[in-house]
């Protein structure tokens, strides 16, 4: 069959829940490295416990040299880690971790899969990681994924030792372990043998590694050369790992580009033992199928005609290819884009707005144009309902076809792992389907079949939204399902003191035209709010109405929940509205409980003047506003600038010292207004690199000691210590109810002029007493902390609000 003699049209159809489909917009360049790719069978599996744990260089070597099918397994979306970027935590930081591992995978050519296990902080041993994440569920999915992906080789990050430096670390080794035998016993985890097969994995290798002041290499383990520079894509491997990894800019690192050779090393742990190549005994020709040598004949010939100035002359190679591969075992969706591309066929599913309400129809129009400069009869046939149109399209002409998609229609998008409350160690996910998955399905995929004679090429698109920046150009943003209206408190958490009220206010957002309906917050037995409803009418979509509410504390129940039932059209709905936004990411969008914490407690403040310089970002600010401080944002100008006597205390955000370039200048300030009276509390830093090495009036040193278990018992070191008893007297009652950790990056080595305040230990390690340092300087008073306070003030923790209040309080003389 010739090119110029075959007929083609397409067929599109809804298909509501799909995966993702990728873009198969190719240079000549990337189709040739596509096609070599074909040539090759196998896969290998990275498998580590969290973003940025992954070796991107070995990644992209293994991708794009070996052009095997490559996958990164992460047990976790990072969500416990820190943010360097932004003000996100737990769940939401899990979210963006989870799209820059996306955006790194789309560099180095890897695929990405997780488990369901949540990110709780750091773990100092593999038992208490797998009691709170439940070891079984977590080693079902880590067999589930191997099943599904069917890798040759798992490559581990970490070793199942003391040496990983991590509880999660070790215990992704040693789950790596454990499922290479769990993955081929069609005994364990039978309910998943519905839908895959038993897998034996050929053999399990830790790529050992040289970092952290710690060199688990040596040349006695088998050694590949990963630093190859690539003419195709005109990159090393070295380059494309420093790309990949850039991505992970919530963690800060942004690397350099390496170039020259490189060595991989990989010390055995299960399976056959490879001596001299990682692919050892593994065939990763065609022939490892059977009735492959038409297919192989046919590729060869493809790979040897192609030609870089002319990809649509292997069309007519490239149909006889696959019609001679359909029955077979092939990587028939890298052919079909492969077709698609030398083709110059682009399809394009887009929607008018970035988010639609669930109840609303969705207006979208499907684009098609044939770019190859050759005459292709070609029609594009679509049935939507009673709804039928065929066009017939002219080479290098854009078609459209626009209709509308019924109300109901799609689900309310919501990251599947954030569908349901979670507990503390993993998240519920009930279908199996969606387990190892990285994100969503799209909300709405369009399925199409293009048909070059006879033969029928299934295509799908997402339908996305796009526009056109003024500065950064045409943007992708995928679609949101929205409820019709959503639901925000002004405060994450709320302490009540006393019997004085406290007045919140909700922001109600519209997602479609004409929304009325009504507003009923709910709160803890014996508690009041007033109003006890509110009627409200939106008339445009994307229009807001604020009302306000008051609350006050009653009855027995000392915490409880503030919770918003918006009733619609005789349905309730009770969720917000959070957006992620940044330009390295798509747009994440999340409907969260319409809901905040509530708790009483005995807390007194004086001093409310408080200045707050930001760090790397925090809601620290917000928490102390809403328990009555005066807090006041404090950009470098103002620090040299103004005067700071007018402050009470200032805060300093989280990671200040390590992210912000003026530090050396602002500190003698800082010191100054510290000397002449004034309160300075310096929150956690970590300890390399730090801007500045002297961060206090007096030396120390930041180690990287923590406390994970937020239970931790904490000893009073300084019982007659101003801060522990003025103006809120505090006791170990106060350090319960405390959320992921007791704090982290604690002192070290501290001058005798700063007092310790407390000491406080993991199960089965010395106390430490470096989270907290207090000294006298001048006539003011200087406060260093590594407790959490970024972590418990927004999560409304009331012992730490007490503790907080005490820190910032003036200095008694």
Excluded at 299 to 328: C, G, T
Excluded at 687 to 694: A, T, V
Aim: with cysteine; hydrophobic share 40%; charged share 20%.
């Amino acid at each position: 069959m010739s090119f110029r003699s075959c007929r083609a049209f397409l067929l599109l159809l809804i298909a509501p829940y799909c995966l993702h489909a990728q873009d198969v917009s190719m240079d000549a360049a990337t189709i040739k490295q596509g096609l070599e790719a074909l040539n090759v069978s196998g896969s290998v599996l990275y498998l580590a416990a969290h973003p940025d744990d992954e070796n991107t260089r070995l990644l992209a070597y293994l991708a794009k040299e070996k052009k095997v099918r490559t996958g990164y397994l992460s047990l976790t979306r990072g969500d416990g880690g820190q943010n360097l970027i932004g003000t996100e935590q737990a769940d939401y930081l899990g979210l963006l971790r989870t799209q820059e591992l996306l955006a790194a995978r789309r560099v180095d050519g890897a695929e990405q899969f997780f488990t369901r296990a949540n990110d709780f902080g750091f773990s100092t041993n593999p038992e208490e990681s797998f009691k709170i994440w439940d070891k079984q569920k977590i080693l079902s999915d880590v067999v589930w994924v191997i099943r599904k992906f069917q890798p040759d080789i798992i490559i581990t990050r970490f070793p199942p030792d003391s040496r990983a430096g991590h509880g999660h670390h070790t215990a992704s080794a040693m789950l790596a372990q454990e499922a290479f035998k769990a993955a081929a016993d069609p005994r364990q985890f039978p309910e998943q043998l519905k839908l895959v097969k038993p897998w034996q994995v050929t053999r399990v290798v830790w790529n050992t590694f040289n970092f952290g002041g710690n060199n688990t290499t040596s040349e006695e383990q088998l050694k590949i050369d990963v630093g190859g520079y690539n003419v195709l894509l005109g990159k090393s491997y070295g380059e494309l790992a420093a790309a990949s990894r850039s991505k992970h800019r919530s963690q800060g690192f942004g690397s350099a580009a390496q170039r020259g050779t490189a060595h991989e090393y990989f010390y055995p742990l299960a399976g056959k033992i490879a001596k001299a190549d990682l692919f050892e005994g593994i065939d990763l020709s065609l022939n490892r199928h059977a009735g492959m040598a038409k297919v192989q004949q046919l590729l060869d010939q493809v790979i040897k005609d192609y030609r870089v100035s002319n990809p649509a002359a292997s069309l007519s190679s490239l149909l006889a290819l696959r019609q001679a591969a359909k029955a077979l075992p092939f990587k028939h969706e890298l052919l079909d884009e492969l077709i698609l591309a030398c083709a110059g066929i682009w399809i394009e599913a887009n929607v008018g707005a970035g988010v639609y309400a669930v109840t609303a129809p969705i207006p979208m129009q499907l684009q098609v144009v044939n770019r190859v400069p050759v005459k292709l009869p070609l029609r594009l046939r679509f049935t939507s309902g009673s709804f039928n149109q065929e066009l017939v399209l002219q080479a290098n002409e854009m078609q459209s076809v626009k209709f509308n998609i019924p109300p109901s229609t799609l689900e309310t998008t919501q990251p599947y792992w954030l569908a349901q409350k979670h507990p503390l160690g993993n998240y519920i996910v009930d279908s199996l389907a969606l387990r190892g998955l990285p994100e969503n399905p799209d909300p709405g995929v369009f399925q199409l079949s293009v048909f070059f004679g006879d033969e029928e090429i299934k295509v799908q698109r997402p339908l996305v939204y796009k526009f056109t920046d003024p500065a950064r150009g045409e943007i992708y943003q995928p679609l949101v399902v929205a409820p019709p209206v959503t639901a925000n408190l002004s405060e994450t958490a709320a302490l009540f003191s006393g019997t004085e009220p406290k007045t919140f206010s909700v922001r109600l957002r519209s997602f479609k035209d004409n929304v009325n309906g009504v507003l009923k917050p709910v709160v803890p037995e014996g508690w009041t709010v007033s109003p006890a409803q509110i009627d409200f009418s939106i008339a445009k979509k994307g229009a807001e109405r604020n009302f306000d509410i008051t609350v006050r504390a009653g009855g027995t129940q000392q915490t409880g929940v503030l919770s918003l039932q918006l009733n619609v059209d005789g349905k309730t709905y009770q969720q917000g509205l959070e957006r992620i936004d940044f330009e390295h990411i798509p747009l994440q969008t999340v409907f969260p409980e319409a809901e905040i914490k509530l708790a009483q407690a005995n807390l007194k403040i004086l001093h409310k003047r408080i200045g707050y310089i930001s760090g790397a970002g925090d809601l620290v600010p917000q928490a102390l506003k809403q328990v009555g401080y005066e807090v006041t944002p404090l950009s470098v100008n103002e620090v040299l600038y103004t005067n700071l006597s007018r402050f009470d205390a200032i805060v300093t955000g989280v990671r200040l010292y390590n992210v912000n370039n003026q530090v050396s200048a602002m500190q003698p300030r800082l010191m100054k207004y510290v000397e002449e009276g004034g309160t300075l509390l310096v929150q956690y830093n970590v300890n390399n690199p730090l801007k500045i090495d002297e961060l206090g009036p007096y030396p120390f040193q930041l180690s990287r000691n923590r406390v994970t278990d937020e239970q931790s018992p904490v000893i009073f070191l300084a019982p007659d210590h101003q801060v522990l008893n003025y103006p809120n007297k505090i006791t170990v009652k106060d350090f319960e109810g405390w959320v992921q950790e007791r704090g982290l990056y604690f002192t070290t080595a501290a001058d005798p002029k700063y007092t310790s305040i407390l000491a406080m230990n993991d199960p089965g390690q010395a106390p430490q007493n470096g989270s907290l340092i207090v000294a006298n300087y001048g006539k003011g008073k200087y406060v260093y902390t590594g407790l959490s306070f970024f972590r418990e003030l927004p999560a409304g923790v009331p012992g730490a609000f007490r503790l907080f209040v005490n820190l910032i309080a003036k200095r008694e003389n």
